[in-house]
């Protein structure tokens, strides 16, 4: 990234788009491989982890230009693994596919592989489809890998305990058995039935929520132990198994540990309870890709892909009813532990009548960007330095969806959240997304 002595000082917000937007399209892929080079040169090579937000969930574009931007990351620049926002315990079988390993046809892994629905997606297959392909080639010297970098939780319910606990259990049991099945024995006694977990109303009703429970207590200080049985036998234990597989039973049994933590905050009766839960969501995002950096050291690079809410560097917020929820995403943690190994891109969209958003009101940053010469263009933001201050603090807001309420306008914060800016003119729906209302 350039020094801020060589960031030059614009006067207007308009000069500082045209001079430095860079104009792409799909249909011209020279262009876009041009415009590509062009933010990665500018990104510098320190990066080891490049975020790509989208403004919404159903904007087919943006995960086509998530899918031209990786295969360009994987064939040009270094990048050996992308994580999407999708479970994390879910994401291995999808990463079995793409090694060879897995099912014959991408339906196999279409449900198993994917939280939120969004195996439906045909954008997913389409990636996942493409990396099987790539790694099928044998001139290729370093397999892609495939994440999900989510917390194993869905959009109303936080998934049982029982699937990450068992990956730590099995691993134990497999080096050493009595001791694997001493702990397998104490936890199964406290699981329960997964139902109890993963009931929708404890997002709603802490009173429905086991999470604060007398077995739920129980089971956290199990966990816990299972936790210091590994951590205190590492020597062993890596060497038994080797360090990859070692620390990879260790992060789930972290991540077992937080998504109790999880279930715990559901059953608290306070208004800050759903602010925790999502800032406890976005922490476990950001420790999963902490490890999946580390797990791809001496591989590659990581792109990861997610709602600009979740990789943005400032405060996230919603309003759900009377209360205003603010936490740190994922973004800001990973920014705190990586500095500048860690640029995120965030994406607007001008126009798209499928999900409901209209033409941007002037003023507006969308509509200053998308004025630009397009139909889609990347421009740095420089974090706000050199940029009009009161210019951007005066930025009106865009109207909101009318359609999808996972849409999220650009803010006079984003200038700050992002290191660039994907502006595309229009959207379309997600082929294979869940009807609107």
Do not use: C
């Not at 009931?199 to 089971?219: C, E, I, Y």
């Not at 059953?267 to 839960?277: C, F, G, T």
């Not at 759900?320 to 995120?344: D, Q």
Request: aromatic share 8%.
């Amino acid at each position: 990234m350039p020094s801020p002595q060589d960031r030059p000082t614009y006067a207007t917000l308009d000069e500082w788009i045209a001079q430095e937007a860079i104009p792409f399209s799909f249909e011209a892929p020279e262009r876009f491989d041009a415009a590509v080079a062009k933010l990665v040169a500018a990104l510098g090579g320190a990066v080891a982890l490049l975020g790509l937000g989208e403004a919404l969930h159903g904007g087919e574009e943006i995960l086509l230009l998530r899918n031209r931007l990786f295969q360009h990351l994987a064939e040009a620049h270094g990048y050996s693994a992308i994580a999407v926002e999708s479970s994390f315990p879910r994401g291995h079988a999808v990463n079995e596919f793409v090694a060879g390993r897995g099912g014959d046809s991408y339906a196999a892994v279409q449900e198993a592989g994917f939280s939120h629905g969004f195996g439906q997606l045909d954008a997913n297959r389409e990636l996942v489809e493409w990396m099987r392909r790539y790694n099928a080639d044998p001139t290729h010297a370093v397999p892609l890998r495939f994440y999900g970098f989510d917390s194993p939780t869905e959009m109303m319910f936080g998934d049982s305990p029982r699937h990450v606990l068992h990956v730590v259990l099995d691993y134990l049991a497999a080096l050493d058995s009595a001791k694997g099945e001493e702990h397998r024995a104490r936890v199964d006694a406290l699981l329960g039935d997964d139902s109890d977990w993963e009931t929708p109303a404890a997002m709603f009703d802490p009173a429905q929520a086991v999470g604060l429970s007398p077995r739920a207590a129980s089971l956290r200080i199990a966990t816990e132990d299972l936790v210091t049985e590994l951590w205190v036998r590492r020597p062993e234990l890596a060497a038994q198994s080797g360090e990859a597989q070692y620390a990879e039973a260790l992060h789930y049994a972290s991540l077992a540990r937080q998504l109790l933590n999880y279930h715990a905050e559901l059953a608290r009766p306070s208004d800050e309870r759903i602010a925790r839960a999502l800032g406890l969501r976005d922490a476990m995002m950001a420790d999963n890709l902490a490890y999946i950096v580390a797990r791809e050291h001496g591989r590659g690079k990581v792109l990861a892909f997610a709602h600009n809410s979740h990789l943005q560097r400032g405060q996230a917020q919603w309003q759900l009813g009377a209360i205003h929820n603010r936490w740190w995403p994922a973004g800001a943690h990973l920014h705190a532990i990586f500095g500048p190994r860690y640029a995120v891109i965030g994406s607007a969209v001008g126009v798209s009548a499928a999900n409901g958003i209209g033409q941007p009101e002037a003023g507006t940053l969308e509509a200053r960007l998308t004025a630009a010469p397009g139909p889609a263009r990347f421009i740095p933001t420089h974090r706000g330095q050199g940029l009009p201050t009161a210019a951007i603090a005066g930025l009106p807001a865009r109207t909101a969806s009318a359609k999808n309420s996972t849409y999220f306008a650009l803010t006079p914060q984003s200038i700050a959240d992002f290191d660039w800016l994907a502006v595309l003119d229009t959207a379309t729906y997600s082929r294979g997304g869940p009807p609107l209302p």
